[in-house]
């Protein structure tokens, strides 16, 4: 089983910047990708950024793209989530989600990012 817990989230202002952490423990060498959803009160959770473990490609949302920027660190088992520009509309419950090369997903508890007009 792999076991993701994420940090970062927290308040901050239109235009401001915050990044996100999350670190993978377990079964953490079968992870084939690894990313960032977020879910708003009364949507649906979203896909917001991913990046694949084998090559390195990076997949994001329209609405994020040229604002927020995925890494990754695979000899630590940690992805990164460095927000900028952030504005009203970005403010959700963000959740690391792990991937494994047979396609079975698990999520981290979710962490809250707000931002005030």
């Known amino acids: 089983q792999v076991q993701l817990v994420e940090s970062g989230g927290g308040l901050v202002q239109a235009g401001g910047s915050l990044r996100l952490s999350c670190i993978a423990s377990g079964s953490s060498r079968s992870i084939n990708a690894m990313g960032w959803y977020r879910q708003a009160p009364g949507k649906q959770r979203e896909l917001v950024a991913e990046v694949i473990t084998t090559g390195g490609s990076t997949n994001y949302a329209a609405s994020v793209k040229g604002r927020f920027t995925i890494s990754r660190d695979n000899a630590k088992n940690t992805v990164y989530l460095q927000m900028n520009s952030l504005k009203p509309e970005d403010t959700a419950v963000y959740y690391c989600?792990?991937?494994?090369?047979?396609?079975?997903?698990?999520w981290g508890q979710g962490t809250q990012v707000t931002v005030s007009s």
């Open positions: 989600r792990a991937v494994s090369f047979s396609g079975y997903p698990s």
